[in-house]
């Protein structure tokens, strides 16, 4: 059985370097690793370090010969990276040094060394893309494992079952990526509805309250903290339409990434997919009528075992009657180990490619009809990148999720930064973006 990949890490040195510790942390708990309390449980240990003073550069020194001690395997960033003489010399075997606020060169190493095992059903950060975030925006996982068993996905043999977080440790790291200059929360997790079942909503303080691990409390708790928070990987479960009211009320984006995989009951069955037999195509529509704004994005299989052409054409009927905002589509193909692969009714391969093609055609009509609406509005838009060149400024709507949905074409973008909240008016749209103006 392929195990998680663990991480050990030590952080030594001042708050800003703990702050780096979360950040590292954040990136490579989102990229599929845990996390180990004792060297022994851990495949690598990542030693943050400080140099400020000669006392401390010893104490890293020393930090950096226990880790090697007990584990073997160490990387080492933080300020004393930066006198990477000094180390080799102490140490020689370290396997990679990184200096102060490099989250890039730290994660390539932690890849280098112990490579993530992606699954591309499931993983929000495609196996091409494991890029690391800029600073604007953080994903921010909130549990690990998963309590489902899809037939499809391995994810639960790999990283075990639900274990939730406290919600006051998710929410002190979401202080702390806020203060480090994050703008945009990503909520992550397999089953991010399904968080806190495992600790029974256990309660936790933070700033002196009691806050439970349910996902309405956490979702409003982190609406509060004056980030765009956007929530991935939601199941449509009854309990979820509370969240409609944060939205409403702007705390939490108009946002939910649900995915659903099909819309065919029999298939959904042979899927064994959670919620598979709630009223789904209501429950979106009344959500819908509830945040006239609200974008579902969602992820759709094809070409699963046994499925027929009236399942197909089942699912194209869903998304658009459903008006599936943003669709992302796999060809079915198995996963080593899941069980799955032990189906009947294996489809073609040219079937799949007809019916990807055809899905991707119906999607893109939906998202292009859904994007025309949003023309002559003004919005807030995330800016990701400037084209100086050109002035343009690429940038995302609270519409679009990073990576995965599509993008607001800033023109006429003169002072306008990368990690700015700016207000544009959209004048024009295609299948998948919109165009804009400062307003
Ligand atoms: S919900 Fe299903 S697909 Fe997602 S991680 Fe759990 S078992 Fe895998």
Redesign the pocket.
Known sequence: MTQAPKIGLVSLGCPKALVDSERIMTTLRAQGYSFSRDYAGADVVLVNTCGFLDSAKQESLEAIGEALNENGRVIVTGCLGVEENLIRETHPSVLAITGPHQYESVVSAVHEHLPPVPNR??DLVPESGMKLTPRHYAYLKISEG?N???S??I??QIRGDLASRPAAGILSEAEGLIRSGVKELLVIS??TSAYGLDIKYATSKYRGRDVKAKFYDLAKELGQLGAWVRLHYVYPYPHVDAVMELMADGLVLPYLDI?FQHASPQVLKAMR??AHQEKTLNRILDWKRQVPDLTVRSNFIVGFPGETDDDFEMLLDFIEEAEIDRAGCFKYEPVTGAPANDLPGVVPDEVKEERFAQLMEVAQNVSFHQLQKKVGRTIDVIVDDVRPEQNRAIARSKWDAPEIDGQVIVDNADGIKIGDIVKVTVTDNDEYDLFATPA
């Open positions: 059903f499931v998963c489902n068993r899809c499809f996905c994810i639960p397999q089953d995915p997919r959670p």
